[in-house]
């Protein structure tokens, strides 16, 4: 199996949650070849530096593919990626996904039909809002109005009063059909966050998301007991022993599975298969994948009985896409793609259609530039989160 390209782009972002501004979307793009297939993945770096992804390519997965005359079996497969997301989730989500994009090519089959039986081929979405200003707010929810979407993920957590009155803005404009989840990203702890969940489920909240600290497993608990709202859990889990703990204190009701955070479908199929064991839900999340990780997440999706839904459109956050044909969200819904394999393919020269702003690199060549680049986004991400932490502190 050969590795042709493995390639970083760095995109410029904004976007505010409850303990940080986020300045990065940095995304890996790989394309394998095997007997004339060519699979393609995407990944969105969490925890791991670029030049930790690119050490990680050019040191340990492009030797071990040039290594594999045979596409690898799935339990073979599975080992390699364990070590591999280790290091760097989104690189083994991005090789895993061209591993499977592969396959399907070969049987000449959509790669949710290879997963499993194809459950449907609609997939509702559930739009997330980050914390923005009121203007904002009113264009963003506007837009996904006229999508007709009926599922809306607010990130709050900027304090009390302010979530709540949020969440009365948005309910105001959006009617009262329209599902409402939010998502605190461990903004407050037990259990001063009870009063705040409290009002929030009286205001038709119909989820909560991360409400509280990091694994606080005992405080979940507590919250579902007393409010009786499903508790979403998103980045407390990035174990199977995360998830086995969470589930063995009653902490969690819904499980929202982000393949660039577990490291690819073949490893994500282990925590599914954990939740169906104990009638645990699972929503399928994005981290603002663009047209190859969307196309990825919607067949993990399509071919999960039951899953609640996908989460978010990283393409419409980020303002522009890399692939053909171009997502759209209709009634509330996204189509899964016809063809083979992904059903989507990168635009002719798709590197020439990045916006001016978003830096490139390849990762089979890993040089200073990056290593510079990568350490300079990761201090300026910190101080940035330190900033925005004390402004919250500041204002109560």
């Not at 497993?217 to 007393?226: I, K, N, S």
């Not at 999340?285 to 009985?305: F, K, M, N, R, V």
């Amino acid at each position: 199996m050969k590795l042709i390209s493995a390639t970083l782009i760095s995109v410029p972002i904004t976007f505010r949650i409850a303990l940080a501004r986020i300045l990065y979307s940095h995304h890996v793009f790989v394309q394998l070849e095997h007997e004339g297939v060519t699979g393609t993945g995407e990944g969105v770096l969490y925890r791991a530096k670029p030049h930790e992804a690119a050490a990680l390519v050019a040191q340990q997965a492009q030797p071990a593919l040039q290594q594999m005359t045979e596409l690898p079996k799935l339990e073979d497969w599975r080992e390699r990626l364990r070590g591999w997301a280790a290091t760097s989730p989104a690189v083994a989500y991005a090789l895993d996904t061209a591993w499977w994009d592969i396959q399907a090519r070969r049987l000449d089959k959509p790669l949710a039909a290879v997963l499993g039986a194809v459950s449907r081929l609609q997939i509702p979405v559930t739009e997330q809002l980050f914390i923005h200003d009121d203007a904002e707010l009113e264009r963003k929810l506007t837009q996904i109005g006229a999508r007709g979407t009926t599922h809306i993920k607010l990130k709050i957590g900027s304090s009390p009063a302010e979530d709540v009155a949020l969440v009365q803005r948005v309910r105001r404009q959006v009617g009262p059909d329209v599902e409402i989840r939010v998502d605190a990203n461990h903004a407050y702890g037990w259990p001063a966050a009870a009063p705040l969940c409290r009002q929030l489920a009286g205001l038709g909240v119909r989820a909560f998301e991360e409400p509280l600290s990091l694994r606080d497993w005992a405080g979940l608990a507590a919250l579902r007991r007393e409010l009786g709202v499903p508790v979403i859990l998103d980045e407390s889990i990035l174990s199977l022993d995360d998830l086995q703990g969470a589930i063995a204190a009653q902490a969690i009701d819904l499980l929202n599975v982000k393949l660039t955070r577990i490291g690819g479908i073949t490893l994500a199929q282990e925590y599914i298969d954990l939740c169906r064991r104990h009638e645990v839900g699972v929503l399928v999340g994005c981290t603002e994948d663009l047209g190859i990780g969307t196309a990825a997440i919607l067949h993990c999706a399509a071919a999960l009985p039951g899953c609640d839904s996908m989460e978010g459109l990283g393409p419409e956050r980020l303002g522009f896409d890399v692939v053909q044909p171009a997502w759209q969200i209709e009634n509330g819904h996204l189509a899964l793609p016809d063809g083979a394999g992904l059903g989507v393919e990168l635009l002719p020269g798709w590197q020439g259609h990045l916006p001016p702003a978003v830096r490139r690199f390849d990762l089979t060549q890993p040089s200073p530039a990056l290593r510079l680049f990568s350490e300079n986004a990761r201090l300026r991400q910190r101080l940035e989160n330190v900033r925005v932490r004390l402004l919250r502190r500041l204002r109560g």
